[in-house]
Nanobody, 120 residues
Framework: VQLQASGGGLVQAGGSLRLSCAASGRIFVINDMEWYRQAPGKERESVARVTSGGRTNYADSVKGRFTISRDNAKNTVYLQMNSLKPEDTAVYYC???????????????WGQGTQVTVSS
């Protein structure tokens, strides 16, 4: 199983970006899909999560600005980020909980991270 994240970049404050993370490989079923971020000198923190049933949760710092969604047919999770602030600057990682066909056990897989930089 592999996760491929994309969509990061440099944007001015107030701008928007859309991150994508696609899972591929011998996947039996995908459960929760989540985005984390890690800013320099800080711990990795959860940003948003979407369950297999479509329920979403957000960190207080991004509520009303970020939207997480998923396309189950494409095994892909998205993070639409609007009204970006300099404090949103971080490396963003996707985390996918899934059952792979090989082991038939539930495991977490991390994407490789994509840099988001918001200039003031």
């Amino acid at each position: 199983v592999q996760l491929q994240a994309s969509g990061g970049g440099l944007v001015q404050a107030g701008g928007s970006l859309r991150l994508s993370c696609a899972a591929s490989g011998r996947i039996f079923v995908i459960n929760d899909m989540e985005w984390y971020r890690q800013a320099p000198g800080k711990e990795r923190e959860s940003v948003a999560r979407v369950t297999s049933g479509g329920r979403t949760n957000y960190a207080d710092s991004v509520k009303g600005r970020f939207t997480i969604s998923r396309d189950n047919a494409k095994n892909t999770v998205y993070l639409q980020m609007n009204s970006l602030k300099p404090e949103d600057t971080a490396v963003y990682y996707c985390l996918v909980e899934l059952i792979d066909i090989g082991t038939m056990t539930r495991r977490d897989y991390w994407g490789q991270g994509t840099q988001v930089t918001v200039s003031s």
